[in-house]
């Protein structure tokens, strides 16, 4: 399952002195009914329309000269297109793609990232009752094997396959891909093959309408896949019904939405929950406008982000905690991207993992001094199989781990598990099951009473005060014991490992099942350490990590987050810098960025073992001062 956890910073209760916006309130029913707690907002979910696209068709007949989307061209100049446009674009596509008889077990698969085209596709699917499936460019671009797109494709058994420019996907086709499954471009000069997109454009309206009438509530709307962090991704059928009333839950926990039509400027993929479903219907729900951002926070991309929010100025804002990270550094500098960045966004909302305290805090000062007044920063929890939202930090509290109370519609359950609580959730934002998986297994999905099983642990902020709301405690399948039987926590290790470890940790894996102690294995961030150790581009990666202040930052490290241990669950004893990435392939890592500690376990058990070797000859790692923790 893949999670998509967003956490707060900072510590304390949510103070005056922030621009005007308007977020509800819940007010929780809060029950415990012998073990389990079972949580739900008093205020009822409103209505809302039976399929995703009666928002299209809305906004055609409301503000038919809105843009929708809108993308830079080759040449830089902003080109979008509008409500009417996209409506006339929908019924042309399903026209299309109904002539091709796709459906659920055919249906539209699109292996590139986020573009008009790709809207403009994913809409009209959606407008004929045709399931589509955004697939991760990693999978074909960066993989070497294309095992999870074998596997996605075996799953889904495509009628027809679209990329922007198909070429550069033909590789890994050629391997994967059944033979005589229609593949679609936007790209001029394809091979005689492949169809043109403009041709789906051009199509004449015929039985569409009729199509568009017979779809409902219980229609899929795509099949959105899991990271596949514990195991190959798995198949959400996502409904209209789903997407519909998550966007109903995200307009009534924030209210702005209504208010004034959402601009966003927005790089965060669509064939993730966050982005794809989140974000584009967060636009389209409300009315808004999505400027589709081609940058990423990673080296040589961030300034593309720059260029378009020195444009654009967004009304609220998403991102992951790099890019918050990469944009409160440009703020500090940039005069222009700030008066245009800080003119109208009234929310800043991140996801994917935890924001630091530092950098919270950071971007927190840097907003109140350039701005005059403190914009709120937004976090929750949501997945795949939720689509996506559950929980929002529109609570009392603002304090690292935060992830609040339960969005209008949505049920939660807290309930015991291995000495942990995890968290569930029942309601019409919910999947009744994975795509084409054994029923067999529903169990291990949904618990007796039907919610589904997160996996993913919390507890309660305050346990005299459950209606303060919950905080994240990291996922229950990644904690183990030490040989002493102790249990460790990896989730919140973790996390203070990155947080701590700013701005050189990219992500660590937490060592010890059935050994006397506690180790780390840390992914540095490689460029944020060869300028620590002032090395150049030519020094090897094993050069930069041994130089002696890296050496010193990391055993620093190591001994800060000792200071706080109390016991041998929570003290670190040694840790190591992993020279090599985590990789795509083994399954180490997602193409999101989110660490898969198992994978990681298996493929370095070498590593591991070495970590662990008494001889202490292993120059690699970094160890406790002996005797510092002998509780």
């Known amino acids: 399952m893949e999670s998509d956890q967003v956490h707060a910073g900072g510590a304390s209760a949510v103070a005056p002195g922030y621009r005007r916006v308007a977020i509800g309130s819940v007010s929780p029913r809060i029950e415990q009914r012998g073990e389990c707690w079972y949580m739900e907002a008093r205020e009822p979910l409103g209505r809302y ?27 830089g100049a902003w080109q979008g297109v509008t409500y009417a446009q996209m409506h006339e674009h929908a019924r042309a596509i399903g026209e299309a793609l109904l002539q091709r008889g796709l459906s659920a077990k055919r249906p539209l698969v699109i292996l590139s990232g986020n573009s008009i085209e790709h809207l403009q596709l994913a809409l009209g699917a959606m407008w004929a009752g045709i399931p589509y499936a955004p697939v991760s460019p990693a999978y074909s671009l960066i993989s070497s094997d294309f095992g999870k797109l074998r596997h996605i ?52 309206p015929r039985g569409i309408d009729a199509a568009h009438a017979g779809v409902n509530g219980d229609t899929i709307a795509k099949f959105l896949f899991t990271s596949g962090s514990t195991r190959l991704p798995k198949a959400v059928p996502t409904t209209n019904r789903m997407l ?110 935890g924001l630091s305290k530092a950098a919270w805090e950071r971007l927190e000062r840097v907003t109140l001094q350039y701005c005059g007044e403190r914009i709120r920063i937004m976090a929750g929890l949501g997945m795949t199989e939720t689509a996506p939202s559950c929980l929002f930090t529109t609570g009392p509290y603002s304090g690292a781990g935060y992830i609040g109370l339960p969005a209008p519609g949505c049920q939660t359950k807290v309930a015991p598990v291995d000495g942990k609580l995890e968290v569930r959730f029942r309601g019409p934002n919910v999947m009744r099951g994975y795509w084409r998986t054994d029923p067999e297994h529903a169990h291990d999905v949904f618990d007796e009473e039907g919610y589904y099983r997160t996996g993913d642990a919390v507890r309660f902020v305050d346990p005299a005060r459950p209606e303060v709301g919950l905080a994240f405690d990291g996922r229950i ?49 490689l460029d944020m350490c060869r300028g620590l150790a002032g090395l150049g581009s030519e020094a090897t990666a094993q050069e930069v990590l041994n130089a002696p202040l890296v050496r010193e930052f990391f055993s620093g490290l190591l001994v800060r987050l000792n200071e706080s241990a109390t016991g041998s669950a929570t003290f670190i004893a040694r840790l190591r810098l992993l020279v090599q990435p985590p990789s795509l392939d083994r399954g180490e890592i997602t193409d999101k960025g989110s660490i898969n500690q198992r994978a990681v376990l298996q493929h370095r058990e070498e590593l591991v073992e070495a970590l662990y070797a008494d001889d202490g000859d292993d120059t690699g790692v970094i160890r406790a001062r002996r005797g510092a923790f002998s509780r």
């Open 49 to 75: 329309p039976e399929r995703f696209t009666d928002r299209l068709a809305s906004g055609a007949l409301a503000h038919p000269d809105r843009l929708l989307v809108v993308r830079r061209d080759g040449a």
């Open 244 to 353: 519909c009333a998550n966007q109903q839950m995200l307009l009534e926990t924030f209210p702005q939405f209504g208010i004034e039509p959402p601009v966003l400027v927005d790089w965060l993929p669509w064939n993730h929950t966050f982005g794809g479903s989140h974000n584009v219907g967060i636009a389209l729900y409300n009315g808004g406008t999505l400027y589709i951002d081609d940058g990423k926070p990673v080296a040589g991309k961030f300034d593309e982000t720059l260029r378009n929010l020195r444009d654009i100025a967004p009304t609220i804002y998403f991102n992951v905690p790099k890019g918050w990270e990469e944009l409160t550094v440009a703020l500090e500098t940039d005069a222009a991207l700030r008066e245009r960045f800080f003119s109208r966004v009234k929310m800043y909302f991140f996801g994917g993992a």
């Open 477 to 525: 399948a990644e904690d183990f014991k030490l040989g002493s039987g102790t249990f460790v926590s990896v989730g919140p290790m973790r996390a203070r490992i990155v947080s701590e470890g700013a701005p050189y940790v990219q992500d660590a894996v937490i060592t010890g099942l059935n050994r006397d102690d506690v180790g780390a294995m840390i992914f540095p961030r």
């Open 153 to 204: 494709l075996d799953l889904l058994t495509p009628g027809l396959v679209f990329a922007d420019d198909i070429d550069a996907y033909a590789s890994a086709l050629d391997a994967v891909l059944p033979a005589g499954v229609e593949r679609v471009s936007a790209a001029p000069g394809s091979a005689p093959d492949v169809t043109s997109f403009a041709a789906f454009l051009d199509t004449a």
